[in-house]
């Protein structure tokens, strides 16, 4: 009859709604760190957007390293593939070293280290090209990474402290200069070594030049010494094949 078959039909919608219940957990029974707006250290979806927006960065960095070649920059499948191996590279270290993550910058210091690698004459050596550049990344780095920790700017291992040395240096090997700069000119030393410490001088020259610097700054320990306050403790031979590369080969 009508009747029965809307009992049955009732019944029926009653037993799926308890179902859905039952699969459904309620507000309260959800833990603080597995909800997606929690703020807390060991939320994994907090940990999940915060690698998001540094990933994001990166590839947005990427994409700009050095557009005026073809090696780095372009749509062809090989500048593609080192954009990836830059990514790679950069993620990972941001992930192995969350008290440093990622700072704007570091792909421009990661991007010499690959491209000697990666045009090495032995095609061999330059299948590992990614990894040989996160190696020697890794390496650069450990000597003067506490100039990239925002927490540490102000302390004696920090960028202020690091420039303050750089002018020490400077007054000691070149006091004229010194004094045209910061007693003449009045020129606060971030405003020009900032970058320079940073970024190891890569855009104050263009890209076969900075190869050509960075292979003295870290290849010679003589050298290394008046330079360790930007570049950390020189390491012989961290660009070991950079002089049978210092002229950027034609572009692909």
Known sequence: SEITRKMYNSTIGDADDAKRDRALLSRSEIPHDEHPLSLGKTSVWNQFFQDTEIIDQIDRDV??????????????????????ALKNILIIFAKLNPGVKYVQGMNELLAPLYYVFKNDPDEENATFAEADAFF?????????????????????????????????????HDEELW????????????????????????????FADSLHIWDTLLGDPEVGKLTQCSAGDASPG???NANSHSQAPPSR
């Not at 994409?63 to 990836?84: I, V």
């Open 63 to 84: 994409k700009r390293t050095h557009p005026d070649m073809h090696f780095f920059s372009g749509d062809s499948k090989f500048s593609k593939s080192n954009q990836e």
């Open 136 to 172: 020697c990344f890794v390496e650069l780095l450990s000597g003067f990474r506490d100039n990239f920790v925002q927490q540490l700017d102000n302390s004696v291992v920090g960028i202020r402290s690091t420039i303050t040395k750089l002018s020490q240096l400077l007054r000691k």
């Open 179 to 206: 004094r045209h700069l910061e007693i003449t000119s009045k020129i606060n030393p971030q405003f020009y070594a900032f970058r320079w410490i940073t970024l190891l001088l890569t855009q104050e020259f263009n």
């Open 238 to 240: 961290m660009l070991c």
